[in-house]
C-alpha cells in the first residue's frame, strides 16, 4: 500500500514539473502567413500583382464630356426632311420593272419603277390632240387675217378665229404640263411611265414590288429617298425644363451603339404647344451625320450643354459609394496600388454621373468592386 501512495505522489511530482517547465521555457514561433493585402496609408491598398482580389475589379480610364445643363432627354433620330423625298405615284397603273433596290445611291432624275398606265396613255393622247388642234387653229386664224386684208370676210369671223386659237394654246399648255408632271423628265419607253428620283441620294425605303398596283392616293410611299449626311433628332421636353432650353444652342447626343461617342448638335425647332397628355414640349435638332453613324428610328439620349469647351469627367454610378456627407471612389495610382479619393459631384442619372472636381480625365478607377474595396479598407483601419 505504502508503495502505490509512493509511486502517485512520485508521478504527480514529475507531472507538475513538466508543465512548469513547458511554461517558463516555450518559444514563440512566428506565424508563417502573409497578408494579402498591404495598407500603405489611411486610405490606399496594396495589392500583388498575382492577388485574387484583382480579378474581381474592373479599371477602365475616365473621359470627358461636354457638360449638361439638365438631365438627358430621351429622343429619337428621324429623317431630315428637308433632305428627303418620299416618293408616290401620281397616276394609277401596274407596276412592271423595279429599277431602284433599298441602299442604292441615286441621282436626281433616275428611274425608280416602270409602270404601265392607261392614264399616262391617255395624258399623253390628249397632249398630242392638244398640239394638232393648236396647230389647226394658227392655220385657220393666219388665213382669216389675210381674207380680211382683201375685204374677204367679216371682222367679226377674223376675232371668232382669234379667240379659238387662244383657247387651243391655253388647252395645249395645260396638257403639256400635266404630261411634264407625270413623265418628270418627259422621257417613256413605249408610252409607259417611269417614275423618277426627285433628288439625290440613298434609297432607305422600297415598299412596292413588281405587279403591284399603284395609285396617287396610296397611304404609303412606294420610295423614300434622303440623304444620310443629315438627320434630325426629336426630343419631348419636359414642362419644367423649358427655360433652359432655347433655339441654337448646343447639344449633345448618345446612342446605344456607340456608348463611348457622343455626337454634337445644335436645337433647331422649339414647338410654341405643349402636348396636352403628355405635359411636354417637342424640340427639334440638327446632327451632322458625315460619318453615316446615326440611322432613323434609332433611340436616343440627349443633353443640352453649359458650352462646347466645358466639360467633365463622367464615371459609371457603380464606381461611387458613399460615406456620410461625402462620395468616393478608387482611382488606380499604379498597378496594384488603389487610392480611395473624395470627389465632388454634379449632374447625375440613371447611369452615369458628371464629376465637377476631384478626378482627371485620363485616370484609371475601380467602375466595378468600389463597395468590396472600401470594406476591406474600413477593416485595416
Not at 179 to 206: D, K, M, W
Not at 353 to 362: F, P, S
Request: hydrophobic content about 40%; charged content about 25%; proline content about 5%.
Amino acid at each position: 500500500m505504502k508503495k502505490i501512495i509512493w509511486l502517485s505522489a512520485f508521478v504527480l511530482t514529475a507531472g507538475i514539473g513538466y508543465f512548469g517547465w513547458q511554461k517558463f521555457h516555450a518559444v514563440d514561433i512566428p506565424a508563417r502567413a502573409e497578408k494579402p493585402v498591404d495598407r500603405t496609408s489611411t486610405d490606399t491598398l496594396k495589392y500583388p500583382a498575382d492577388a485574387p482580389q484583382l480579378t474581381f475589379l474592373q479599371i477602365k480610364p475616365v473621359e470627358e464630356f461636354p457638360e449638361p445643363l439638365v438631365e438627358a432627354l430621351n429622343a429619337r433620330i428621324v429623317y431630315d426632311d428637308n433632305h428627303t423625298a418620299r416618293v408616290f405615284s401620281p397616276i394609277a397603273g401596274r407596276v412592271i420593272r423595279i429599277s431602284a433596290e433599298a441602299g442604292q445611291q441615286v441621282k436626281a432624275g433616275d428611274a425608280l419603277l416602270q409602270i404601265d398606265s392607261p392614264d399616262f396613255a391617255s395624258a399623253s393622247s390628249d397632249s398630242v390632240k392638244a398640239n394638232a388642234d393648236l396647230l389647226h387653229k394658227q392655220q385657220t386664224y393666219e388665213r382669216a387675217k389675210q381674207l380680211l386684208d382683201i375685204q374677204g370676210i367679216a371682222r367679226r369671223d377674223v376675232e371668232s378665229a382669234e379667240a379659238d386659237l387662244h383657247q387651243a394654246e391655253a388647252e395645249a399648255l395645260r396638257a403639256k404640263a400635266h404630261l411634264r408632271n407625270l413623265a418628270g423628265h418627259g422621257t417613256t419607253t413605249e408610252g409607259q411611265f417611269i417614275l423618277r428620283a426627285p433628288l439625290a441620294g440613298i434609297v432607305s425605303e422600297r415598299q412596292v414590288n413588281a405587279g403591284s398596283e399603284v395609285r396617287p392616293d396610296a397611304t404609303n410611299p412606294l420610295f423614300v429617298i434622303t440623304d444620310p449626311k443629315h438627320v434630325w433628332v426629336v426630343a419631348d421636353l419636359p414642362e419644367g425644363q423649358i427655360a433652359n432650353v432655347r433655339i441654337g444652342q448646343s447639344i449633345s447626343v448618345e446612342v446605344d451603339a456607340y456608348p463611348n461617342e457622343v455626337f454634337t448638335g445644335k436645337v433647331t425647332v422649339i414647338s410654341e404647344t405643349l402636348d396636352p397628355v403628355m405635359r411636354r414640349l417637342q424640340v427639334r435638332c440638327y446632327v451632322d451625320n458625315s460619318q453615316y453613324k446615326l440611322k432613323p428610328e434609332m433611340y436616343a439620349r440627349i443633353s443640352p450643354i453649359v458650352d462646347a469647351k466645358s466639360k467633365l469627367t463622367r464615371v459609371p454610378n457603380t464606381a461611387l459609394f458613399t460615406q456620410g456627407l461625402y462620395s468616393f471612389l478608387f482611382v488606380e495610382q499604379s498597378p496594384g496600388v488603389l487610392q480611395r479619393r473624395r470627389v465632388t459631384l454634379g449632374m447625375q442619372d440613371a447611369d452615369v454621373t458628371y464629376i465637377k472636381e476631384g478626378l482627371r480625365a485620363g485616370e484609371r478607377i475601380v467602375t466595378s468592386g468600389a463597395l468590396l474595396l472600401n470594406s476591406e479598407l474600413s477593416g485595416n483601419e
